[in-house]
């Protein structure tokens, strides 16, 4: 059984950091490409980021970019979100999620599997 299970959001001010994790079980962590996503209340989930198998590319949406650090570790596979100066207009909440190929995809219909999600909520 997979399964993607996210940690670290929480409730923070404008220009303060969180570290979001995912740690992946049931999967072979490493042929999987690992996306985040977020979901505002009344909005459409929207990609965040992506990272292929081995780390060694990945890709932004424009409004993290400098902001955001997606990174990934295949010997813990466990998949991070670093986020630095947040902005109220990041609260969401943060899903990440696995897709069985090696492309920085931003579309959530070709992710395989998802975990369940972590708030997170930056106040102005």
């Known amino acids: 059984q997979v399964q993607l299970v996210e940690s670290g959001g929480g409730l923070v001010q404008a220009g303060d950091s969180l570290r979001l994790s995912c740690a992946a079980s049931g999967l072979s962590f490493r042929y999987y490409a690992m996306g985040w996503f977020r979901q505002a209340p009344g909005k459409e989930r929207e990609f965040v980021a992506a990272i292929t198998r081995s780390g060694g590319d990945t890709a932004y949406t424009d409004s993290v970019k400098g902001r955001f650090t997606i990174s990934r570790d295949n010997a813990k596979n466990t998949v991070y979100l670093q986020m630095n100066n947040l902005k109220p207009e990041d609260t969401a909440v943060y899903y990440c999620?696995?897709?069985?190929?090696?492309?920085?995809?931003?579309?959530?219909?070709?992710?395989?599997?998802w975990g369940q999600g972590t708030q997170v909520t930056v106040s102005s």
């Open positions: 999620a696995a897709r069985f190929d090696n492309v920085l995809g931003s579309r959530p219909l070709n992710y395989n599997y």
